[in-house]
């Protein structure tokens, strides 16, 4: 079942902070995120695993509460750089590795 | 490094022909490869996983007749679309995997066009 994803857009400016949230009606063994600019292969993010964690790079952080099942993606001093579409993808705990579900997106716009 | 390379970038073909796409990790071994379908301004579309050496797994209301994937060795897998229609055209995207839990590294994309 595919994860839900908000906003389903959001427009910054140069150096403002956004939250991109996912949260699935499974339980969940991972949560991956990816950005796709338009017309390019997705690239990855992050991804994190069952135990709830955090992760970062830089300006952009994630985390997972398996509890809830759902997961943050945080960025920080928003860059041009940033904009394209958010996707995370998730794989179900009820059977691992399998059933991987990207969710709808969450398209991006950083303006100067 | 984690190189994903899929041929070709894009294809335009007559109805009834056969498509077939290749994706390659170039610099790992891909124990799991999977396709994706994605249409414009849509999320991906996963159409079916494949393990080296095994039977694709097909998501639902995926015709595996329709298309065919073969994953020969740790580096290759292959999509073939048969009898292809206008209906078939989209964006086609492959992904591999090392290991689980690790990140799907994806291919640039085939964009197939049937007139």
């Known amino acids: 079942q595919q994860p839900v994803q908000s906003p389903q857009a959001v427009i910054l400016r140069e150096g403002e902070d956004a939250v991109i949230n996912c949260s699935s009606s499974?339980?969940?063994?991972?949560v991956h995120w990816y950005r796709q600019k338009h017309g390019e292969a997705p690239v990855f993010l992050m991804i994190l695993l069952k135990g709830g964690e955090q992760k970062g790079h830089e300006k952009i952080s994630a985390s997972f509460n398996e509890k809830k099942q759902q997961s943050s993606l945080y960025l920080t001093a928003s860059q041009l750089s940033y904009s394209g579409t958010y996707f995370c993808g998730t794989e179900g705990a009820d059977n691992y590795g399998q059933n991987f579900v990207f969710g709808p997106g969450t398209r991006l716009s950083v303006l100067p | 490094g984690a190189v994903v390379s899929q041929h070709p970038s894009w294809v335009i073909c007559k109805s009834g022909t056969s498509v077939k796409i290749e994706c390659r990790s170039l610099?790992?071994?891909?124990?799991?490869m999977f396709w994706y379908r994605q249409f414009p301004k849509q999320s991906l579309m996963l159409m079916a996983t494949s393990n080296e050496g095994s039977k694709a797994t097909y998501e639902q209301g995926v015709e595996k007749d329709k298309f065919l994937i073969n994953h020969a060795s740790l580096t290759l897998s292959t999509l073939t679309v048969t009898s292809a229609h206008p209906e078939d055209s989209s964006f086609y995207i492959c992904?591999?995997?090392?290991?689980?839990?690790?990140?799907?590294?994806f291919g640039d994309g085939t964009r197939l066009s049937i007139l």
């Open positions: 992904s591999a995997r090392a290991l689980d839990n690790q990140p799907q590294h």
């Open positions: 499974k339980a969940l063994y991972s």
């Open positions: 610099d790992f071994q891909a124990t799991t």
